[in-house]
């Protein structure tokens, strides 16, 4: 009997032992789950901080008479007159209206930093679309200074104002209490391409660029990349050849993304000489990219079709090629569509391969086709992060929030694609 208690006591011990190790397992996975998340919500939390402002425009009102003199414009259709007119003259008149303390020489000059460049372009624009507006008066809204902006938009950090001087804070909280200066959404960033100014800057360049980049990248990748999958999966042999081109397939899904872009930089742009910096180079390196993603994801979902289906296939008379095509592939196209969609998103977020192909370029013009110039969002958002103005800053914190929205979209969609036509077997 005592030999019996005992052992039943070293059993007892360590299956309480036992337990023990699988709470403290169980503890450390969770906490490996908290600190990622607590990661992912900090990361996240820094990043809409930074961002939500860049999603704002600083803009001013203003009552502004066109007088012909004061501008030294006669005839708005004479484009000579117009590269010489003054047209920032007005809207310093206009300010004074509110600002009437401003009558010294120095104190215009002061006044008229609030304006910037942009109030001098729409009032241009406007007497050259409509020349008979001159020597009448126009209620303009057009963009604060980026200092005005800055300093709208961060008025309770002192550190965003050093760049207005004392007075011209208290001239920007006056007209901001009179309501010629307001904030709105920034609908410049969604209808503009890239700018040296940030208040002027916009996105959709980058946009266009990124869609027509991944138009050419799924035309090519998304078929070569299927018909490899069922090739490999379905009729190639069983040799060392085939062995060999497997095992490449799986070394190129892990190779950098970078050799990618040097790839391209030597073939298409150096041994083709192809046009540098345009959608169909970018598009060709990310199909190159993401092929063997789509590869590994296409055969995987073939492999998940029971054999029984081609078996029953044959057994009523069905050739390979029927098998295939009319049982096979319909059956597996949700995991190769999900494996497509995961491998776009990849492709969409890269940035490296396509520095090295000259899409790092500046880019006003939004582009129209696949042969004009462009960039994407991921190298819009390089550019304006690796500027010291915080107008820029915050556009590539907005820009990110924007690629993350499209990203996060599109994994989504892969999982409802999943759930939505996938057969459990």
Not at 146 to 168: C, F, G, I, M, W
Not at 238 to 261: C, H, M, R, Y
Not at 375 to 390: F, G, H, K, N, R
């Amino acid at each position: 009997m005592t030999d019996q208690r005992s052992q039943a006591e070293i059993v007892r011990n360590s299956l309480k032992r036992r337990y023990r190790k699988e709470r403290r397992f169980r503890m450390y996975g969770m906490l490996a789950i908290f600190i990622a998340l607590a990661s992912l919500a900090i990361l996240f939390a820094d990043i809409i901080t930074k961002g939500h402002t860049g999603f704002v425009k600083t803009t001013i009102t203003l009552d502004v008479t066109l007088d012909s003199d004061m501008m030294y414009l006669d005839d708005p259709s004479d484009e000579d007159q117009l590269s010489m007119a003054d047209f920032v003259a007005p809207l310093i008149a206009a300010l004074q209206e509110h600002i009437p303390e401003a009558d010294s020489a120095a104190e215009k000059r002061e006044l008229g930093r609030l304006i910037g460049s942009y109030g001098a372009s729409e009032v241009r624009n406007l007497l050259k679309d409509n020349p008979d507006l001159l020597n009448t008066t126009q209620t303009i809204e057009f963009l604060a200074h980026d200092r005005v902006s800055t300093y709208v938009k961060h008025a309770d950090n002192p550190r965003y104002s050093v760049k207005l001087s004392e007075q011209q804070q208290r001239w920007v909280d006056e007209l901001q209490e009179k309501g010629v200066i307001d904030t709105s959404f920034n609908d410049v960033l969604f209808s503009r391409g890239d700018s040296r100014e940030p208040a002027n800057a916009g996105i959709l360049g980058a946009i266009v660029g990124s869609l027509l980049t991944m138009v050419v990248t799924l035309v090519i990748a998304f078929p070569v990349g299927i018909a490899a999958a069922v090739y490999l999966e379905e009729f190639a042999p069983q040799n060392k050849i085939t062995d060999f081109i497997e095992v490449n397939i799986n070394n190129l899904a892990a190779v950098p993304s970078i050799i990618f872009g040097l790839l391209g930089l030597a073939v298409f742009i150096g041994l083709f000489g192809m046009p540098r910096s345009v959608p169909v180079v970018g598009g060709m390196v990310l199909a190159l990219m993401t092929l063997p993603t789509i590869i590994i994801s296409g055969r995987a979902a073939i492999k998940s079709v029971p054999p029984s289906i081609r078996e029953a296939a044959e057994g009523v008379g069905a050739s390979k090629m029927q098998v295939v095509l009319h049982h096979v592939i319909p059956l597996a196209m949700p995991g190769m569509l999900t494996g497509s969609i995961i491998g776009m998103a990849q492709a969409l977020g890269e940035t490296a391969p396509l520095l090295l192909i000259g899409m790092v370029a500046f880019i006003v013009d939004v582009p129209g086709g696949f042969f004009d110039s462009a960039t994407v969002l991921p190298v819009q958002i390089y550019l304006w992060a690796s500027s010291s103005e915080q107008g820029f800053i915050e556009l590539a914190s907005a820009g990110i929030m924007v690629l993350l929205t499209f990203m996060i979209t599109m994994n989504a969609l892969a999982i409802w694609l999943r759930k939505r036509l996938e057969r459990r077997w």
